[in-house]
């Protein structure tokens, strides 16, 4: 699962899709990730979200594009969390 994510960071499946899609119940998979990961699945797919949004606006892509292919629904969203992540917008983290 982690690594199907982590190749296509906006896949918007809920943990419960996921679940049923690895032969597992959601219930179970929540406690995996909590135990292996220290996170909730919501909190473990944030950072992955922000880790790979990172990567590549460090490579100099748009901020809007960044946004929109790694899974926030607007650019207003991923720049809030961005914000609230790493204390700053993306346009003044990369100055």
């Known amino acids: 699962?982690?690594?199907?994510?982590?190749?296509?960071?906006?896949?918007?499946?809920?943990?419960?899709g996921l679940a049923a899609a690895a032969g597992m119940t959601e219930c179970t998979v929540a406690r995996?990730?909590?135990?292996?990961?220290?996170?909730?699945?919501?909190?473990?797919?944030?950072?992955?979200?922000l880790l790979a949004a990172l990567e590549r606006l460090g490579a100099g892509e748009s901020v809007?594009?960044?946004a929109l292919d790694v899974g926030y629904e607007d650019?207003?969203?991923?720049?809030?969390?961005?914000?609230?992540?790493?204390?700053?917008?993306?346009?003044r983290y990369f100055r």
Request: glycine fraction near 6%; aromatic fraction near 10%.
């Open 64 to 66: 809007s594009n960044v």
């Open 32 to 49: 995996l990730f909590l135990k292996e990961t220290g996170l909730t699945f919501g909190q473990w797919r944030r950072q992955l979200r």
């Open 75 to 91: 650019v207003s969203s991923f720049i809030a969390i961005f914000k609230s992540a790493l204390s700053d917008t993306p346009a």
């Open 1 to 16: 699962m982690t690594d199907a994510l982590a190749t296509k960071p906006a896949d918007a499946r809920t943990l419960g």
